[in-house]
């Protein structure tokens, strides 16, 4: 596990990195709101711990630049008896969270469960089938199940969703799933991609819980978003 630790609190950092290096975890440190923003983005991390208080950017304003681009696990560090912080850390997509002074073996153990809850999400990939949710991507007729029904799918709507679950977690933005999905760049005025994806949510249809598996992230581009997340 290679882990990103963000706090302004240098000796707090070098003794949950020791700690974590005992138990085989390798850990990087930075100690400003963009210093860590710009490493959490650079997919390099399985997981990022997070204080709110930090330099320059705060803590909650780092978590929801990431999760414009990114769904890296974080674990916030809060002032202890802070709720309201640990709510709205919640809220922009914090995984969990640990209020300081923080034991550095729990913080393992969330680390830990966190990671198991991330590794049940993603797409499991047996003999050429890509099964998510309730779908099952069968690469070698080139369709797509939901619940063992095939669903009717154009070439370029299975392609839009294949290259979303490939990247299952992350945003993909819009220029790059045009080239992926259609072998084509998007020109100026062109709304073709969004109609595919239209009709592509129409025929997956919403999970249980009524919200859509393609999430639109305004400005960047696109993701799917498992039933669990």
Known sequence: MNILLVDDDQELCQLLARYLQKEGVISDQVHTGPDGLEKALSGNYDAMVLDIMLPQLSGLEVL?????????????????????????????GADDYLPKPCNPRELLARLRAVMRRVENKVALKVDGVIRIDELEIDHSQH??????????????????????????????????LAEEAMSRSLTLFDRSLDMHLSNLRKKLGLHDDGKTRIK??????????????
């Open 216 to 229: 639109t992230i305004r400005g960047v581009g696109y993701m799917y978003v498992t039933a669990d997340a």
């Open 143 to 176: 369709q797509v199940l939901k619940n063992s029904n095939v669903l009717d799918l154009t070439v370029t709507e299975y392609n839009i969703l294949n290259t979303l679950v490939t990247h299952l977690g992350k945003v993909v933005e819009k220029n790059q």
């Open 64 to 92: 929801a630049e990431l999760r414009k681009k990114s769904q890296l696990p974080v674990v916030m560090l809060t002032a202890k008896g802070d709720e309201m912080d640990r709510i709205l850390g919640l809220e922009i």
